[in-house]
């Protein structure tokens, strides 16, 4: 003991190391989540008029950044709109690729932001941090803060039901989609293709592959070398989407998409429909297409912006997308068709999305002390006059308006900047989409291959139902086997790494998986809608 | 190596004390990486207690309901639990199998090399793979082993058919281990070639003189003298048995070779940070971790019975 300060000193180090870690946040794992504190300043918020605050207040909004935008915070629609509104909004940008990943975090760490902006919140997720307290019900704010909302609300009464969750609340706001045509994806074939091998519109799928079978072999593009793609689609966007290629063909096939699953209505009995011979019949002749090199070999593997190079190099025969954009320069050469005749003679656009198309766009966090004056904020845009500023920017700068419809600018278009000055473009914002503020993604060619689709609808699209917690929690796991099992089989069916004798084993694991009680609970969620 | 005797005379710890007292410098040089310790590796610990409740964001770690193995039973229960476990452990296993002894033979042979010119290149040649991103290294194998790539140009002129290697189960193991040595082999290297570098030069003179051939000199000096380090890392590297890969396994992950490919870890982050489930994926992550602990320790016992050589 010679030194016996020496000794102290290193236990109070050791000792006091010990408390630091002990206290870390690192250490202290779960956070209380705050409570919601429709705070005072409500009374400063005005109903109805412009700003929407005296003071002027700033708000953190999360949003996904899509590859083809410019920052928000350059986006003219939020320049405008700030000084207008008094309410200034920082957005944190994340970009598609992990925006699912940063999302979850967000809540699981609980540093919340106050709202986010086209959030593409699952309705699973909605209910689980809407009831954990995370996100504020807004149900009761709508009636007195967001008319234009409202309107459509009570114009289009399945928004209601698509948005409310069975204990009546209202957590995310979906973007509102009156113009059919920006529901669909179109059926486009290379016309022009079609003209020199002298073929017609094919009208069923037999005429479908005679017709890829000619673009293959036929050199339509008459450059000398099978360069040519007969036919191609998305690949998936994840587990759980579905297999697009499978989406888009199956209406051939009678197997529709209702309730937003692989869903068949006969006679108010939901028949869940991934196990059924037609299926098996569709999955067998898409291997056909896919055997034959027909369809795309990369179909399960490009990336979205090598699928949108396909459909822009002139090279594909045969596709599906909403709108003509991504093969603006070279439209005329593709017309949209109705969609083929199946074996059995169906012939329906099982492909379709609701009225509330994007669902869980927007949603108000507890840690917003504006609730009020953000719900008033976002509402703005699901009125005609909000939703052409988002999409069109400007007047006089970016569109003009001819017979009261606006349009963009020759020159603003040629600077290629469209996509850099919208939120819209990549999908997802919350706002309104109606004929009224169309014209770039829906001009006449557009409307023509929808005018194609329409007769072949359903004449009911129901949207996915809106679970309790606990059946929502049941669908969840049910649903992450089942999709999982019946996305990596169907595409293995597809490219023929399986072959069809599998069929039975299929049929007997999705059983094994519990199928016949997902069917029984989206039957009973049909069934609460219906009465 | 030294054991700790329990039975203790009285006055060790006294003695421990002063010691430590005496030489307290290097015990605050200590302090740091134990804080550190503490802070990320034995604080998280206690949110595993999710793994055993239904975790609910709004009540918190402590304040969620008990699940007890509920968990547990999911997964085990699942259809893609054998397909899991097996994947994990047969990649991992080739991994070990294949492509941990490649970095010791390219060791041995740098070391073999007389010109040290060309020993050197062939070193930087080897091991600069490892400074590329396995995103970039993802991108590479796309681009090389597409039906149109130089691999499959190569394969059918030398009369092969056409190979999916990217998108077939039965090619993916293949793929993922052969780039990974192609990567990893030149880094691992290093640190044989630094032991390598540390035997006595007298023993090659002395095994010369005996007669000993290149071989035996390798065989009988090089070898025997790099054996702890051998040892010692391929302890460490089964301490990482379950994890290694999680980025690289997941960016070549597609439907199609899902059937091999598809592993405990990937499984965890699909699940868990895509879709929100905490406490299920809490379970298969602990569960994945008692395998690797199970490992670790077979592993240390049969390397202290056999060579000597042990973490402990």
Request: hydrophobic letters at 40%; one cysteine or more; charged letters at 20%.
């Given at each position: 003991?010679?030194k016996?300060w ?51 207040i ?23 709109y ?14 598609t ?42 149900e ?48 486009w074939?290379?016309q ?65 998409q ?12 939901v ?82 999305a ?37 999409r ?10 001819k ?41 006449p ?29 049941r ?46 609970i ?10 | 190596m ?18 430590m ?23 998280p ?8 409740k ?36 047969t ?23 007389r ?118 890392l ?14 690289k ?42 395998i ?8 240390n ?12």
């Amino acid at each position: 003991m010679r030194k016996p300060w020496r000794r102290n000193a290193v236990w109070t180090m050791v000792i006091l190391g010990l408390v630091v870690s002990g206290c870390s946040p690192g250490a202290a794992g779960g956070k209380e989540a705050n409570s919601a504190a429709p705070a005072a300043a409500a009374a400063t918020v005005s109903k109805t008029g412009y700003p929407i605050v005296e003071e002027p207040i700033k708000l953190k909004m999360f949003t996904r950044i899509a590859p083809v935008n410019g920052p928000f915070k350059d986006m003219p629609v939020f320049q405008d709109y700030g000084a207008l509104s008094n309410i200034e909004v920082d957005f944190i940008e994340t970009p598609t690729d992990g925006f699912q990943e940063k999302k979850n975090l967000l809540f699981a760490s609980n540093e919340l932001p106050d709202a986010l902006f086209r959030s593409s919140l699952t309705p699973l997720e909605t209910i689980r941090y809407g009831t954990a307290g995370q996100l504020i019900p807004l149900e009761n704010l709508i009636d007195d803060y967001a008319p234009n909302f409202k309107k459509l609300l009570d114009e289009y009464p399945e928004i209601r039901s698509g948005i409310t969750t069975p204990e009546g609340h209202i957590y995310a706001l979906p973007a509102v989609v009156t113009l059919g045509a920006a529901r669909t994806d179109k059926k486009w074939i290379n016309q022009s293709w079609l003209e020199k091998l002298n073929l017609e519109e094919p009208q069923t799928t037999e005429e479908l592959y005679n017709v890829l079978v000619a673009f293959r072999d036929q050199d339509p593009n008459g450059n000398g070398e099978a360069d040519e793609i007969p036919m191609t689609a998305r690949a998936s966007a994840g587990s759980g989407q579905g297999i697009p290629v499978v989406n888009m063909m199956s209406g051939s096939f009678g197997l529709d998409q209702q309730l937003g699953y692989n869903i068949n209505l006969i006679d108010n009995q939901v028949e869940i429909w991934m196990g059924s011979e037609r299926n098996k019949e569709l999955l067998v002749y898409l291997n056909k297409l896919y055997n034959e090199k027909l369809l795309d070999p990369e179909v399960f593997s490009h990336t979205e912006a090598e699928y949108l190079a396909k459909q822009a190099s002139g090279k594909t025969g045969f596709f599906f997308d909403q709108t003509n954009n991504p093969f603006l320069d070279i439209a005329d050469q593709y017309t949209g068709i109705a969609p083929p005749e199946g074996p059995h003679g169906d012939r329906l656009q099982s492909q379709g999305a609701p009225v509330a198309r994007d669902f869980g766009a927007f949603a108000i966090t507890s840690v917003n002390k504006y609730p009020e004056a953000t719900l008033r904020w976002i509402d703005y845009f699901y009125s005609v006059e909000g939703s052409t500023l988002l999409r069109f920017g400007r007047e006089g700068e970016h569109y003009e308006l001819k017979d009261g419809i606006p349009y963009y600018k020759e020159e603003f278009l040629k600077s290629g900047n469209q996509a850099k000055i919208t939120p819209y473009a990549g999908g997802g914002a919350p706002h309104l989409i109606s004929d009224q503020v169309a014209s770039y993604i829906n001009p006449p060619q557009v409307q023509e291959a929808q005018e194609k689709l329409d007769p072949h609808m359903p004449k009911v699209r129901y949207a996915a139902p809106m679970f309790d917690e606990q059946t929502a929690q049941r669908v969840n796991i049910l649903r992450n086997d089942i999709d999982k099992y019946y996305e990596e089989q169907s595409t293995k069916f597809i490219a023929g790494a399986q072959s069809f004798d599998k069929w039975d084993e299929f049929q007997a694991t999705l059983k094994k998986m519990n199928i016949d009680e997902l069917q029984q609970i989206y039957q009973d969620a049909y069934d609460k809608m219906e009465k | 190596m030294t054991r700790w005797r329990s039975n203790g005379q009285p006055g060790r710890t006294s003695r421990l004390i002063r010691r430590m007292a005496r030489r307290y410098d290097l015990y605050l040089m200590l302090l740091l990486p134990m804080v550190w310790y503490l802070v990320f590796h034995y604080g998280p610990l206690y949110g595993l207690q999710i793994a055993f409740k239904n975790f609910n964001l709004a009540r918190g770690i402590v304040g969620s309901d008990w699940a007890g193995f509920e968990h547990f039973l999911r997964f085990f229960n699942s259809y893609y639990f054998w397909r899991l476990l097996r994947n994990t452990l047969t990649i991992n296993l080739l991994s070990l199998l294949v492509a941990f002894p490649i970095p010791i033979l390219l060791a041995l042979l740098i070391n073999e090399i007389r010109n040290k010119a060309f020993s050197k290149w062939l070193q930087n040649i080897t091991y600069i793979p490892h400074f590329i991103s396995i995103v970039v290294v993802v991108g590479i194998l796309t681009v090389m082993l597409s039906t149109k790539g130089p691999v499959n140009m190569l394969v059918q002129a030398l009369g092969g058919s056409e190979t999916r290697f990217l998108e077939s189960a039965g090619w993916f193991k293949t793929v993922f281990i052969g780039s990974n040595i192609w990567q990893n082999m030149g880094w691992q290297s290093i640190i044989y070639i630094a032991a390598l570098s540390g035997i006595n030069l007298q023993l090659y003179e002395a095994a010369k003189m005996d007669g000993a051939s290149r071989l035996r000199r390798i065989w009988h000096v090089s070898l025997p003298g790099i054996t702890p380090i051998i040892v010692i890392l391929l302890i460490l590297d089964v301490g990482q048995f379950m994890n290694i890969g999680f980025e690289k396994i997941l960016l070549l992950q597609n439907n199609l070779n899902l059937e091999s490919s598809d592993v405990i870890s990937t499984f965890v982050y699909t699940t868990g940070i895509l879709k929100g489930e905490y406490s299920y994926t809490a379970a298969i992550g602990l569960f994945n971790s008692v395998i690797n602990l199970v490992l670790l320790l077979i592993v240390n016992g049969f390397a202290r019975r056999t060579s000597e050589t042990s973490l402990w």
